[in-house]
C-alpha cells in the first residue's frame, strides 16, 4: 500500500510503500511516549525504506535518544527518529540495524489507513503511571517487546503480502 504523509505545517512530505500498513501496535516506551505519543503511546507502521522519497527534507531534523544502562552509564539509540524542524511533528523512525525498513509514525500518514481487527500493546513496563491502557479484549499485552514482528502480525491475520520482507518489531 502507498502511504502519504506529512507533517503539521506542510513542510515536510513524504510516501513510502507499505506490506504492514494497519495501525495496530500501541508502544508505550518512554521514548515513544514522549517523542510521538500524546495519549501515552505511539503507532509505528513497517514500509520499505528503498521507497521513501522525501520533499522538503532541508526541515528535517533526527533525534537519537540517549538509554541509561546500569549505574551511570548511558547509550545512544540507533534509531534515528526524524521529525519537522519547523512544526516539530514526529515523521518516522530508521535504525541502521535493519536499513531495508522505515517505521513511518500512522499519525504523519495522510492516507486512509484500515482499521486494526486487534491493538498489541507492547513495552508496557515503560508505561507512565497516569497512562490507561485503552483496548478491546483479547488484545495482547507485552511487558517488552511483543512475540511477533509487524510482517508476522500482518501475514497471520492475511493483511499483507506473503512476499513481505519486514521482519523485525517496531519500537
Known amino acids: 500500500m502507498r502511504l502519504t504523509g506529512s507533517c503539521h505545517c506542510g513542510s515536510v512530505r513524504f510516501t513510502v510503500e507499505s506490506a504492514q500498513p494497519v495501525p495496530f501496535m500501541r508502544c508505550y ?15 509505528n507502521l513497517g514500509a520499505d525504506f528503498n521507497t521513501l522519497a522525501v520533499t522538503g527534507k532541508r526541515h528535517l531534523r533526527v533525534y537519537r535518544a540517549q538509554m541509561s544502562g546500569t549505574g551511570s552509564s548511558s547509550q545512544q539509540s540507533s534509531g534515528h527518529r526524524h521529525f519537522c524542524g519547523r ?21 504523519a500518514i495522510d492516507t486512509p489507513l484500515p482499521t486494526p481487527p486487534s491493538h498489541v500493546h507492547m513495552m508496557l513496563g515503560s508505561k507512565a503511571p497516569w497512562v490507561e491502557v485503552e483496548g478491546r479484549a483479547g488484545d495482547a ?26 521482519s523485525e518489531t517496531a519500537g
Open 29 to 43: 516506551c518512554s521514548i515513544c511516549r514522549k517523542t510521538a505519543g500524546g495519549g501515552g503511546y505511539a503507532i
Open 87 to 107: 512544526c516539530g511533528s514526529a515523521l518516522w523512525l530508521w535504525d541502521p540495524t535493519w536499513p531495508e525498513l522505515v517505521h513511518p509514525h500512522a499519525s
Open 141 to 166: 499485552c507485552f511487558g517488552q517487546y511483543p512475540d511477533c514482528s509487524l510482517a508476522e502480525w500482518h501475514a497471520a491475520r492475511g493483511l499483507s503480502s506473503p512476499s513481505a520482507a519486514v
